[in-house]
């Protein structure tokens, strides 16, 4: 059974701190990773991708990525009431066509 | 530009009914999936379509659950003779060929089963 396994949270932070989210996978074959975004009563929408081991870096986003401890991370600096959402790790099987996303860790921000 | 669109935005029914449940991709987008998303769980994959390729269905939890898609657009989930547990929010997703790491989600449809 392919797993993405997450922290379902709620995972509070101070607003202007560092928010760090992190997932784990189970298919060694997995390729690529994804970071989605949800807020409350909306759909996903994609904030990050990466596919190669090391940091990845978007704004205040950084991805990181280690295939060796098959893990993933998402840091949020300086975080804002804003960046409050469910956060969603997903990952794609270089066999397979479809994302594999796990149940998402939910972030507050707190002012 | 119009992006993916669903409906209804919301379907009460009763147990034992059938349901169907409608997504319009982006134009263009040769790839259609749907996936499930029951209350604070993440998402399950449903079924994928790409192209005129015969769909994925690997991840449609039972045989009451069937979807087509039509002309290679417009895409019809429905599941038949609903049990409360296929209560949850049906997301459908489109993406351009071979982008599978890039999809956009339509509003989902909430679907109640009493």
């Known amino acids: 059974q392919k797993e993405v396994e997450q922290n379902s949270g709620p995972l509070s932070v101070p607003e202007g701190a560092i928010a760090s989210l992190n997932c784990t996978y189970s298919?060694?074959?997995?390729?690529?990773f994804f970071w989605y975004r949800q807020y409350s009563g909306k759909s996903p929408e994609l904030i990050m991708s990466?596919?190669?081991?090391g940091d990845k870096e978007d704004g205040r986003f950084t991805a990181q990525l280690n295939k060796a401890s098959q893990y993933v991370s998402l840091l949020i600096r300086d975080s804002q009431p804003s960046d409050s959402a469910t956060y969603l790790c997903a990952s794609l099987y270089s066999s397979a066509s479809k994302i594999i996303f796990g149940s998402g860790t939910r972030l507050s921000i707190r002012p | 530009g119009a992006g993916v669109s669903q409906s209804p935005s919301n379907k009460v029914t009763e147990k034992g009914k059938d349901v169907e449940l409608r997504c319009d991709p982006i134009?263009?987008?040769?790839?259609l999936y749907w996936y499930r998303q029951s209350l604070g769980q993440g998402l399950e994959f449903l079924i994928y379509f790409q192209g005129n390729s015969a769909p994925d269905k690997s991840g449609l939890p039972s045989d009451r659950f069937s979807a087509e898609r039509t002309g290679g657009s417009v895409s019809t989930l429905t599941i038949q003779r609903t049990q409360q547990e296929d209560s949850a929010v049906y997301l459908c997703a489109s993406s351009q060929t071979g982008r599978t790491d890039t999809q956009y989600f339509g509003p989902g449809t909430r679907l109640t089963v009493l």
């Open positions: 134009s263009g987008h040769t790839a």
């Open positions: 990466i596919y190669s081991n």
């Open positions: 298919d060694r074959g997995s390729q690529s």
